[in-house]
């Protein structure tokens, strides 16, 4: 069995062995070993060198019993492409190299050669390929255009999107040249992705939450929905809408095998008012990771005899890992998930 006909199975609501666990964001500052690499790279250097990116992939693959990869990269790497670098600020957080505040710097913005700009990332995904093998699962993503757009009209990390929500609301048409060119390029990218050899891909939609809604499907989903119908059929796209589970039905329709739910949903509920085609992953809270070893055996054990009997569930934290995370109550989740399941 490929790795990509292990995953699919994972995702099918029927009876299955291949029960896959992975946590978003596996890599980063919650490991030693990434720490000593940050002391000599910047963020940026290692997601733009293919072999630093396959090096830190792989870091909690060789310390736990994880089932698939999540490339190291970064949603921002599409501004980046366009022609809006970022960076990292001293005093923590994102800061795009300037603001995306008039047509003339929409207008500016180069959706062509995208292949080109991040050959980087097809290149890195291949090494961890050959690095796995068929046996884990590779995962790519990238970030939804209305949450690119967020950190483009923002400046860096996110606030209120007042610039983003107002060029929608009073400027529709340019609204829609930025996100015609921000979508056109993240479907470049997942192409890439997918030739490269990744069995998903997941999306993003972090600043889902900021979208009232009635504009949800204006500001998000559409353009969601139009890079899903630009991929090859059927091909697995996991969804992580931050704070937009309660749409639901809209988050099906968009086509996504997967719906990656936070900590503050009811999970087995929430799986059971879903269509028969689609999964859930998720939904520990990624704080567990920061308390004791029990604490984080008592809620794995908890969600997943909720879930028991309910197949299509791709185990996972609720959000991203925390830098506070302690390694050895990440191998007492992978215990207690193995242990579980025999």
Not at 100 to 117: C, G, H
Not at 277 to 285: K, P, S, T
Request: net charge negative.
């Amino acid at each position: 069995m490929t790795s990509r006909e292990r995953f699919l199975a994972s995702i099918r609501r029927e009876p299955t062995d291949q029960t896959p666990v992975w946590v978003m964001r596996q890599a980063g500052r919650y490991l030693p070993e990434y720490r000593a690499l940050k002391e000599k790279y910047s963020f940026t250097e290692m997601v733009k060198s293919p072999e630093l990116a396959t090096e830190v992939t792989l870091q909690p693959l060789k310390r736990f019993p994880l089932d698939a990869a999540i490339i190291f990269s970064d949603i921002l790497i599409i501004p980046e492409a366009l022609g809006q670098p970022y960076h990292f600020r001293e005093g923590g957080g994102i800061g795009m190299d300037y603001i995306i505040d008039s047509v003339d710097k929409i207008n500016a913005l180069d959706a062509s050669d995208i292949e080109e700009k991040l050959a980087y990332l097809p290149a890195a995904l291949r090494m961890t390929r050959e690095a796995i093998g068929e046996d884990k699962t590779l995962l790519g993503f990238g970030g939804s255009p209305w949450t690119l757009a967020a950190y483009m009209t923002e400046g860096g990390s996110l606030k209120d999107l007042a610039a983003l929500k107002t060029l929608y609301y009073s400027e529709p048409a340019t609204f829609e040249l930025l996100m015609e060119k921000i979508t056109s390029a993240v479907i470049d990218l997942f192409k890439m992705e997918i030739d490269a050899g990744v069995d998903a891909l997941q999306i993003f939609d972090s600043a889902g939450a900021f979208c009232p809604s009635a504009h949800y499907d204006g500001m998000s989903l559409k353009w969601i929905k139009r890079i899903i119908d630009a991929l090859p059929a059927d091909f697995p796209i996991i969804i992580f809408a931050k704070g937009m589970a309660h749409q639901r039905d809209a988050l099906v329709n968009t086509g996504a095998s997967v719906l990656s739910i936070d900590w503050t949903i009811d999970l087995p509920s929430y799986y059971d008012a879903l269509p028969d085609h689609v999964a859930v992953q998720g939904n520990l809270d990624p704080l567990i990771l920061s308390s004791t070893p029990e604490i984080v055996r008592q809620e794995t054990l908890r969600l997943l005899k909720g879930m028991s009997g309910r197949h299509g569930h791709v185990l996972n934290l609720g959000h991203g890992i925390l830098p506070s995370a302690k390694p050895e109550n990440m191998q007492v989740l992978c215990d207690t998930i193995a242990e579980f399941a025999s």
